[in-house]
């Protein structure tokens, strides 16, 4: 219960703000319109698509999400939670958040991908929605602990992104493996091995960061 406050805290700031949402809208269109100026009339293979599309959605986040805990900093209520909630409660909240930002941040880049990229063709559309629903996921979870981790550096804005790189890069190029599958129509069966190792991601990154943001947190 307490998590889902923390939640609407961040909701309710984030609308007044609009800092996250702000700075995701326009570096969506920037991105997206840079790819299709560069390409021009060039026709580019649709595997080379699906990869632009993940290029896109890495970069979006990492400009949109590492102001989890930086916020807290800021206004100073950082010292209020701790007295009113645990750890493991902020943590939910933040990722609850993080969650719903990603996962509404991809669906509108995805929707846009298509509508612009005609060679974005997905002829196995469901495992690109599990690939794309584990994936939204495991971005949401990394980008929450690497956000608690910066929150108390001087050099937040740099740092996020070095940090974020080798955490989400097998994230990423596990997604990538997928989309390619999904564009050339493989089923299931025989994508059993990308997708455990996807689940297991998101298994070990949010473990790991509920063992480990207790001593963030107390720190």
């Known amino acids: 219960?307490?998590?889902y406050a923390l939640f609407k805290k961040d909701f309710h700031s984030e609308l007044r703000t609009r800092y996250a949402i702000n700075a995701l809208a326009m570096f969506i269109l920037v991105t997206i319109s840079v790819?299709?100026?560069?390409i021009g009339q060039e026709k580019i293979s649709?595997?080379?698509s699906g990869g632009l599309l993940w290029v896109v959605i890495f970069f979006s986040a990492m400009s949109g999400l590492s102001r989890a805990f930086v916020s807290e900093e800021e206004r100073g209520t950082t010292l209020t939670l701790h007295l009113i909630a645990s750890p493991n409660t902020v943590f939910s909240g933040k990722l609850i958040f993080n969650l719903i930002l990603v996962f509404a941040m991809n669906i509108v880049i995805t929707f846009?991908?298509?509508l612009l990229f005609d060679s974005f063709i997905l002829r196995n559309f469901p495992l690109f929605l599990v690939a794309f629903v584990l994936g939204?996921?495991?971005?949401?979870a990394a980008s929450t602990i690497i956000a608690a981790i910066i929150a108390k550096t001087g050099s937040k804005g740099t740092l996020y992104p070095v940090l974020s790189f080798p955490i989400l890069l097998p994230l990423i190029l596990i997604l990538l493996?997928?989309?390619k599958f999904s564009i050339d129509g493989e089923t299931f069966n025989n994508s059993t091995v990308e997708l455990a190792v996807l689940l297991c991601y998101d298994v070990?990154?949010?473990t790991a960061s509920y063992?480990?943001?207790d001593f963030i947190w107390k720190d």
């Not at 790819?35 to 560069?38: A, C, E």
């Open 1 to 3: 219960m307490k998590s």
């Open 35 to 38: 790819i299709l100026f560069s």
């Open 46 to 48: 649709e595997h080379l």
């Open 112 to 114: 846009l991908y298509s």
């Open 136 to 140: 939204n996921i495991g971005i949401a």
């Open 177 to 179: 493996e997928l989309t």
């Open 204 to 206: 070990i990154i949010l």
């Open 211 to 213: 063992l480990l943001f």
